[in-house]
């Protein structure tokens, strides 16, 4: 009988981001809906959850770069994952291609562990992670464009203010 050699578990290549939340670019363009529209650049960590359709990939949920290889969001968006996700880092406008972007595919979904237990259809510990394939030996790549959040290591609380961004429609009409 042969014997078995064990193997170490599959290691994320090494971090190579040096700052976190730190955009390069600060400027905004003109209000909407009660915000501001995006310049690129402006929300480095953002990342865009796609799925692949018949017409190209389409945008379903957003996400939070945290490390190279991770991405942090909501668990309603991952219930019922798609057969192949990918993840586009970089991107200002989702309806084209950018030169800046960066395309991962999506090979582990992490739902928290307590996500709606016992709680019916309330969506509490709605988090999960997504780790990113490594393209080439490395995920996500620092750059004006794509860089990853900062996360506190303490709670912050109730009522804290904060910043808000995602994809949506920038003009009326």
């Known amino acids: ?25 600060r400027r905004s363009l003109k209000k909407i809906y009660g915000g501001s529209k995006a310049t690129p650049g402006k929300h480095p960590w953002m990342a865009s959850l796609q799925i692949q359709t018949p ?17 942090l969001t909501a668990a309603h968006c991952l219930e019922n994952p798609e057969k192949k996700i990918q993840v586009a880092l970089g991107k200002q ?14 090979v582990e979904v992490i739902l ?8 019916g259809h309330a969506l509490y510990n709605d988090i999960a992670l997504l780790r990113l394939k490594p393209v080439d030996g490395y995920c996500a790549v620092e750059t004006k464009y794509v860089k990853i959040a900062c996360l506190p ?5 109730a009522g804290t203010s904060c910043f808000i961004a995602g994809w949506g429609d920038t003009e009326t009409g």
């Open 1 to 25: 009988a042969a014997e078995e050699t064990p193997t170490e578990p599959p290691t994320d290549p090494p971090e190579v981001f040096q700052t976190c939340g730190q955009p390069e670019v």
């Open 55 to 71: 017409d190209g990939n389409e945008h379903f949920c957003g996400g939070v770069l945290i490390k190279s290889c991770w991405v």
């Open 93 to 106: 406008n989702l309806k084209k291609k950018e030169d800046h972007e960066q395309i991962f595919d999506a």
């Open 112 to 119: 928290h562990g307590k996500y709606r237990e016992e709680t």
């Open 153 to 157: 290591d303490f709670f912050l609380p």
